[in-house]
């Protein structure tokens, strides 16, 4: 099949949980047409090389902010937004005539669908969580994802069903959505469970735009001497940049996927933001961790506060941080086992296209 893959250009999260399903197409001798931009696209471009095709996407703006006020700065862009996604799908059309495509799937992507061929919608905000102000429009910011209810076959959400679920309120508990166009597959993880060693008391695991990445850096700096053990500190910057040295602490500047996953498995503890792709590694890999939300970012602050309430992870505010204190505390958390994890959430997915096809 010639098969349509569109992703988010919002951070490398959208498409570090897609790559184990468009790995299983590739592997299945599908043609693969990715459709993205920026960063996701250089780097699916040095994963896959030419085994699939590439189109740079419209890029939807970014609502990402310097001063933590990343639901309000979406609210006022969603005009904007839209008008992206009114072009982008435009210009899925034109491709989806041109290329013969058989099937589309999306990462959230609004404009990749075809309501003349099978569309698929991964995501896990089905409802978006506002900030206290705003609490009153949670509901309406899932009728703005059901308006596109008939734009896709399924809404696929990388998460359990209720009762074991990760995500609480952002793809639980709807009100509009009715159950028969919702599927839960489970995890979708890039990590890979290795036979190593777990030699490394604290993986400190740094992410997302900047000043917050920074701020947090120097807030843990800070504190760092506070733990004790094998520390290593991924900072999550280019590989290039001149590394810093903490007496007792390994650096590492940029881990590409083979450090990446060798670390994570080697880890007993992890600390790190609280989006979801991260939390989604963690309970891949089966790690107890310490979930530091990036301020003013909603998801994140919603996803750590509701994981703490069910005993998975502890979670604290950035601006509250003691190391000390905190890693006791996340260490009495039980972590999460999954019902399942990444390779049958694949062949879920797999089974639901196969369906539709």
Known sequence: MNILFGLCTWGLGHMTRSL??????????????????????MALKKEFGDRCEYIESVMYPSPYTKNGIFAVKLSFMMPSIINAMLKEHKQILEISKSKNIDLLISDSKYGVFDHDKPSFFIFHQLRYIPPDFLKFLRNKTEKFNYFFRDSFRKFIIPDFPDGKDLTGDLAHNLTYFPKDKLAYIGILSDYEKMDVTQDIDYLISLSGREPNRTILEKKIISQIGALSGKIVLVRGIPEKTQKINIPGVEIVNYAGKGIRDE???????????????????????????????????????????????????????????????DVKIAKTYVGYEPPWRTKEAVQKFMEIIEEQV
């Not at 590739?26 to 993205?36: D, N």
């Open 263 to 325: 670390l994570m498995n080697r880890s007993k503890f992890v600390i790190a933001r609280s989006g979801y792709s991260t939390i989604m590694d963690i309970v891949e890999l089966g790690k107890k961790g310490l979930l530091i939300p990036t301020p003013g970012q909603t998801e994140q602050e919603y996803l750590s506060e509701y994981l703490a309430k069910r005993g998975y992870f502890y979670s604290v505010r950035e601006e509250k941080l003691s190391l000390a204190k």
């Open 20 to 41: 184990p399903i468009m790995r299983t197409l590739v592997r299945e001798k599908h043609h693969l047409i990715i459709y993205t931009a920026h960063r996701p696209l």
